[in-house]
């Protein structure tokens, strides 16, 4: 499969109009409603703090009023396009893991950062690399908006940095992680498009050539103990929502790690 092997080479693959206008309306009907909660709840710590995500849009704190509306966010995320690709792509042993989304920080006062997702665990960074080869933790990026907002280093999936990279993403020998570094791209998509890529790459974001940005990221990935320990039950369906969602797997999936032993 010729996305296979792009995605094995460069760590990343953008697939078109894989959603329709339909189903994006009604994901972003949805985001709407979550992320002006949490901006009101959170409105100074957006602020203060130049936040630049939110995660766990599927939590139940944000359905009170609207316990139907969960089911139906479960049932979008999982779209049988996008469950189908990904089994091709990567097998069936994939679980959900989360759900972010992305925005500008506020008044774009902040720099985006070069970083790989896990350094910010306790997981010491040579033993990071050392797993990286038995890890997959995958984001699955669907802008609401058009946006050309993430940059990525080719590769990086599967190589851990060179002596510049390092300096910059951790900030070491007076570089900071906001430089720029050779050989990135940056992939501009349109609602429907979806980009896949690998959490552990070198990635950052783009604020300035977005004046607004809605950009969903779903996490999935296979089972490993340095993600597993972070899956919080609350943001999963329950067992009642599970029965009525078509295409479960992902969740089903989720579900059992909860009740197993983690596996690595
Ligand atoms: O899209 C962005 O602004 C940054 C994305 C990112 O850092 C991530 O997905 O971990």
Redesign the pocket.
Known sequence: MESATAYRQKGYLVVKALFSPSEIDALSKIVDRIHAQWLNENRSSYIEQQL??MHSLTHPRYFEQHPAERLRFFQLLSANQLTTLVAELFGQDIYFHNT?L?FNPYQNSRQ?YW?R?MQYSPVDDADLQAEQPNMLAL?I?MPLLPET??ELIPGTHQRWDTELERNVRLELNGHTNSESLPNSVLIGLEPGDILIFD?QML?????QLNPR?K?L?LCVGRPHRYTTQYLDTDNLPTSAELEAIENKQWYKLARTMLIQPRQS
């Not at 990635?203 to 604020?207: L, P």
Request: glycine letters at 10%.
């Open positions: 630049v995500n972010q992305f985006p970083h997702d984001h990026r907002g993430i959490a990635h950052r974001g783009n604020y940005r950009a990221d």
